[in-house]
């Protein structure tokens, strides 16, 4: 099998307007080489985890009006389900592609992951390559440059997780719609692995 990647075409489904020819092409362009994969990357993650690692594609199941405006598979410990549990995704949006590790709102694990980020701040950020980028809404596309991140920014997001129930962490990479590496099978396996390798630890943290 070739390593999925992705096309203009696959990112222009974003621009279609209307929930249903939205969704119909989302599902016979994208959703094909969210689920690929989804299973060609869980070996991977289940041996960097040590446990195995199932992958979910996001169905959209709840939208009854508004056409989503990203989409992606995620990677969890559960076959359940990944929304309550610390996890990894690949999706995109109109823009980009991101690739990073996740503890969403829904998750029980966000206050022990703010917790060991306070203890282990600097080991983090020495940890965290400077161009990853840190969110705290998933259904927002805007992020913050790891590097250009200071002490202060760091204990406001950690002192939201606690408090917000909405607030999230997300950390990992963007790779914008024209990038070669999106186009380029070999390159954009290794890219995503690097990624999810240099994302470890936040993962081993949020337990």
Not at 176 to 188: A, H, Y
Request: with cysteine; proline share 8%; aromatic share 10%.
């Amino acid at each position: 099998m070739t390593f999925p990647t992705f096309t203009r075409q696959d990112f222009e489904v974003f621009a279609i307007p209307g929930l249903e020819p939205r969704m119909e092409a989302l599902i016979r362009l994208v959703r094909p080489k969210l689920t690929l994969l989804g299973e060609e990357l869980s070996p991977f993650l289940s041996a960097h985890c040590g446990e195995p690692m199932f992958p979910h594609v996001a169905k959209h199941a709840r939208r009854t009006i508004n056409p989503p405006a990203d989409t992606w598979v995620a990677w969890a410990n559960s076959k359940k389900g990944y929304k309550a549990h610390p996890h990894f995704q690949l999706g995109m949006w109109s823009t980009h592609l991101f690739i990073q590790f996740a503890v969403i709102y829904e998750s029980d694990h966000k206050e022990v992951f703010a917790r060991h980020l306070e203890e282990r701040l600097s080991e983090i950020r020495s940890a965290i390559p400077a161009h990853f980028r840190w969110s705290t809404d998933h259904m927002q596309p805007e992020s913050s440059p790891h590097g250009e991140m200071d002490e202060h920014d760091f204990a406001v997001v950690i002192d939201k997780l606690k408090r917000v129930k909405k607030t999230e962490a997300l950390c990992g990479i963007h790779i914008g719609r024209d990038d070669p590496i999106v186009k380029d099978p070999g390159q954009f396996a290794d890219t995503i692995k690097h990624t999810f390798e240099q994302v470890m630890p936040l993962y081993r943290i949020a337990f």
